[in-house]
């Protein structure tokens, strides 16, 4: 809550991905999208889910929801067996790559964008503002590394790939 709360920009931000997610998550355990297509497709929700799986159950009792992401929960569970039956080992060297990330940020390794934000005038080869404020924030969302796919994937922008933030 402390680096997303609520009724901020970078709040909005992480609520619009858990509720994507969740809604995803929600189509697949209906039964109104195809378990495999899904799973083939798209691991990105299960770095998603082990990103936020240990804050699930205070916001539950905070929110008084019970059902707070047990979509999320319950496609992540199918998912681990599913991956399991058809590249053995695919979770523990996902999880491994996640904490390898993690630990590549330590907070004294955290670049100061903010004040290069307002201060560094854009030039060519170099970040523009709008792109540093985005990575600002992936950092803030982050504080620990990527999220688990930012690195070698195809993210929806890819922080990584800048280097100051690099997890490999």
Same mark, same amino acid.
């Given at each position: 809550?402390?680096?997303?709360?609520?009724?901020?920009?970078?709040?909005?931000?992480?609520?619009? %991905?858990?509720?994507?997610?969740?809604?995803?998550?929600?189509?697949?355990?209906?039964?109104?999208?195809?378990?495999?297509?899904? +799973?083939?497709?798209?691991?990105? +929700?299960?770095?998603?889910?082990?990103?936020?799986?240990?804050?699930?159950?205070?916001?539950?009792?905070?929110?008084?929801?019970?059902?707070?992401?047990?979509?999320?929960?319950?496609?992540?569970?199918?998912?681990?067996?599913?991956?399991?039956?058809?590249?053995?080992?695919?979770?523990?060297?996902?999880?491994?790559?996640?904490?390898?990330?993690?630990?590549?940020?330590?907070?004294?390794?955290?670049?100061?964008?903010?004040?290069? %934000?307002?201060?560094?005038?854009?030039?060519?080869?170099?970040?523009?503002?709008?792109?540093?404020?985005?990575?600002?924030?992936?950092?803030?969302?982050?504080?620990?590394?990527?999220?688990?796919?930012?690195?070698?994937?195809?993210?929806?922008?890819?922080?990584?790939?800048?280097?100051?933030?690099?997890?490999?």
């Amino acid at each position: 809550m402390r680096i997303a709360a609520p009724g901020t920009e970078s709040g909005a931000f992480f609520m619009m %991905v858990l509720s994507y997610w969740e809604q995803a998550c929600a189509l697949l355990n209906y039964g109104l999208l195809h378990e495999g297509l899904f +799973f083939e497709t798209s691991g990105e +929700f299960f770095g998603v889910w082990e990103r936020v799986k240990p804050i699930v159950p205070q916001a539950r009792e905070r929110f008084v929801n019970k059902q707070f992401l047990a979509h999320m929960e319950k496609a992540a569970q199918r998912y681990e067996a599913w991956i399991e039956t058809r590249s053995p080992g695919h979770i523990a060297a996902m999880r491994q790559f996640m904490n390898r990330c993690a630990l590549s940020l330590q907070p004294q390794q955290k670049p100061d964008l903010g004040s290069r %934000v307002k201060s560094e005038p854009a030039t060519p080869g170099t970040p523009s503002v709008l792109l540093r404020r985005r990575l600002a924030l992936f950092v803030a969302l982050f504080p620990r590394g990527c999220p688990g796919t930012a690195c070698k994937g195809s993210p929806p922008f890819a922080v990584c790939r800048l280097g100051p933030i690099a997890c490999a």
